[in-house]
Nanobody, 126 residues
Framework: VQLQASGGGLVQAGGSLTLSCAAS????????VGWFRQAPGKERDIVAA????????YYADFVKGRFTVSRDNAGDLAYLQMNSLKPEDTAVYYC????????????????????WGQGTQVTVSS
């Protein structure tokens, strides 16, 4: 499956952005999806994850209550709604997919993901 992330940009602190991840090549419904981010000089970290159905989700502590992950299997899309953005949220954001079949599983480790999008830059100014 091929992934294309989009929706990044420059936003002021306290603002919002919605990232999209468009999948192609295979039915998206058989894959769990994760959103990761990587700031300059830092490791790539999990931000949020969602199982194939959208019923089970995971959030890193630093985004709980601010970010929401969702998906639209009919449209082969996943989303990351980001609210109350902070300067420390500045990073390149990546979407990733892991083949899970129809298990209600999400994944939080980088090595659990099979496919990656190219990343989209999010910059939050203070």
């Amino acid at each position: 499956v091929q992934l294309q992330a989009s929706g990044g940009g420059l936003v002021q602190a306290g603002g919002s952005l919605t990232l999209s991840c468009a999948a192609s090549g295979r039915p998206f419904s058989g894959y769990a999806v994760g959103w990761f981010r990587q700031a300059p000089g830092k490791e790539r970290d999990i931000v949020a994850a969602i199982d194939w159905s959208g019923d089970s989700t995971y959030y890193a502590d630093f985004v709980k209550g601010r970010f929401t992950v969702s998906r639209d299997n009919a449209g082969d899309l996943a989303y990351l709604q980001m609210n109350s953005l902070k300067p420390e949220d500045t990073a390149v954001y990546y979407c990733a997919a892991a083949h899970s079949g129809y298990r209600e599983s999400y994944y939080s480790r980088i090595d659990e993901y099979d496919y990656w999008g190219q990343g989209t830059q999010v910059t939050v100014s203070s």
